[in-house]
């Protein structure tokens, strides 16, 4: 039996121990933070994700639910070479344990390699993707070639004109020393 799961509330444990998958597709203007980081128009824009729960046993033999997730997206954004439009493209793939408490939580994260999330009956993993997403966002956005050449030196053409008529100064000294 197939069960349907809603990503703005999902039960962790129950999608854990029953192993299931949760494949979604939602349009960007359902994530407002991530929204404000495109530059062009987000109507239509998909963001698509997959969540795989399942049970690991932990080091004392107890069950802990894991959630595998993953999620991709395109951006429009300022290319920080030519200060044209880009598509940037945005993707991650992280696993989460979740256990009972965040003084749990706060304690093993410090101590483990992996991600610890505090388990809930209603998890917001629609938040959580938009959280791995926004962070995945890329600092310098950027063309592999941009489309117009890009200009690497500012001169204006009067500055040096402009440097030549000036006297030089050691030449005022110069004078003075004669």
Not at 82 to 93: A, D, K, R, T
Not at 130 to 156: Q, R, T, Y
Request: a negative charge; aromatic letters at 6%.
């Amino acid at each position: 039996m197939k069960h349907e799961y809603s990503p703005s509330s999902l039960s962790i444990k129950a999608f854990a121990q029953a192993g299931d998958t949760l494949d979604c597709g939602l349009q960007l203007s359902d994530f407002a933070r991530l929204s404000e980081e495109s530059m062009g128009p987000v109507a239509g824009v998909a963001v698509n994700f997959s969540a795989q729960g399942e049970m690991r046993e932990d080091a004392s033999g107890q069950d802990e639910p894991w959630v595998r997730l993953s999620g991709s997206t395109h951006l429009i954004m300022t290319c920080q070479r030519c200060l044209g439009p880009v598509v940037v493209g945005v993707q991650f793939e992280r696993s989460f344990r979740f256990v009972a408490s965040e003084a749990l939580a706060e304690v093993e994260d410090e101590e483990s390699e992996e991600d610890v999330l505090v388990i809930s009956r209603e998890f917001n993993l629609q938040e959580l993707v938009e959280d791995e997403l926004l962070m995945a966002v890329p600092a310098v956005p950027k063309h592999e070639a941009c489309p117009v050449p890009v200009k690497l030196s500012a001169a204006d053409a009067g500055f040096e004109d402009s440097v030549a008529d000036t006297p030089n100064p050691f030449a005022v000294l110069q004078q003075l020393k004669k």
